[in-house]
């Protein structure tokens, strides 16, 4: 049910889904000077990107958003995306099937939040910062 985005197979990351597995998380570490820390790729499953430390230029698509500690993109399927960085950084990739989140494909959850996300065009990425609340002095 994804829009089949004509995308060059070369780029395509190879998923090796067996035994029921649905979630990966990948977790890297760069060294300073490194450049592409994330190389160019799409894929057909689902991502939730979260740096932890450092810098990065983070490319998807015709976009370019420049991420800080604590600040995540959500990638949809299809999307062809890669980070850069000349400075150490640190960061988690969280890749899942939709299935993960919600199994029934008929149900309402499903039709209203997952499928949207495959078909959406107009907005490719999602992106979120997460800023902690100060602690107040008394």
């Given at each position: 049910e994804a829009a089949n985005k004509s995308r060059p197979?070369?780029?395509k990351e190879p998923t090796i889904w067996n035994g029921g597995?649905?979630?990966f998380i990948h977790y890297t570490e760069t060294e300073p000077h490194q450049g592409k820390?994330?190389?160019k790729h799409w894929h057909s499953e689902l991502e939730f990107f979260i740096l932890i430390s450092g810098s990065i230029e983070f490319h998807a698509e015709d976009s370019v958003y420049n991420l800080l500690p604590t600040d995540a993109v959500f990638i949809p399927p299809y999307c062809l995306h890669e980070a850069i960085s000349d400075a150490p950084c640190s960061f988690y990739a969280i890749v899942f099937q939709?299935?993960?989140?919600?199994e029934d494909t008929s149900s309402y959850l499903?039709?209203?939040y997952i499928r949207p996300i495959y078909s959406n065009t107009d907005k490719l990425i999602h992106r979120f910062h997460y800023q902690a609340?100060?602690?107040?002095?008394?």
């Amino acid at each position: 049910e994804a829009a089949n985005k004509s995308r060059p197979d070369h780029l395509k990351e190879p998923t090796i889904w067996n035994g029921g597995y649905t979630l990966f998380i990948h977790y890297t570490e760069t060294e300073p000077h490194q450049g592409k820390v994330l190389y160019k790729h799409w894929h057909s499953e689902l991502e939730f990107f979260i740096l932890i430390s450092g810098s990065i230029e983070f490319h998807a698509e015709d976009s370019v958003y420049n991420l800080l500690p604590t600040d995540a993109v959500f990638i949809p399927p299809y999307c062809l995306h890669e980070a850069i960085s000349d400075a150490p950084c640190s960061f988690y990739a969280i890749v899942f099937q939709p299935g993960f989140l919600i199994e029934d494909t008929s149900s309402y959850l499903y039709r209203k939040y997952i499928r949207p996300i495959y078909s959406n065009t107009d907005k490719l990425i999602h992106r979120f910062h997460y800023q902690a609340e100060s602690e107040s002095s008394w």
